[in-house]
Nanobody
């Protein structure tokens, strides 16, 4: 049974940094691409970052230069390093992967950027 579990979200001041983790079980991540999304209540889920099996990455314009997605296949974990955080980064952050033509999502981790 595939499970994705996000962690690392918390309250942080503007300008601060956080590292989110997405630990996978029931699958081997090195064979799959992963995405990080975020969602604010009342708005659509937004794609933030992508990483493929080769480590190639893409980012939303709003986070480019501030966020870095990475993966540690030995730990079966994908990361999202976030720096220079802004209040508009406040959201629930989710990781997702597509496996056997089915999307798997974690339950999310809350990031709140506020002074």
């Amino acid at each position: 049974q595939v499970q994705l579990v996000e962690s690392g979200g918390e309250l942080v001041q503007p300008g601060g940094s956080l590292r989110l983790s997405c630990e996978a079980s029931g699958m081997i991540i090195r064979f799959e691409d992963f995405d990080w999304y975020r969602q604010v209540p009342g708005k659509q889920r937004e794609l933030v970052a992508e990483i493929d099996t080769r480590g190639n990455t893409n980012y939303a314009d709003s986070v480019k230069g501030r966020f870095t997605v990475s993966r540690d296949n030995s730990k079966n974990t994908v990361y999202l390093q976030m720096s220079d955080l802004k209040p508009e980064d406040t959201a629930t952050y989710y990781c997702k992967t597509l496996l056997a033509r089915r999307d798997y999502w974690g339950r999310g981790t809350q990031v709140t950027v506020s002074s």
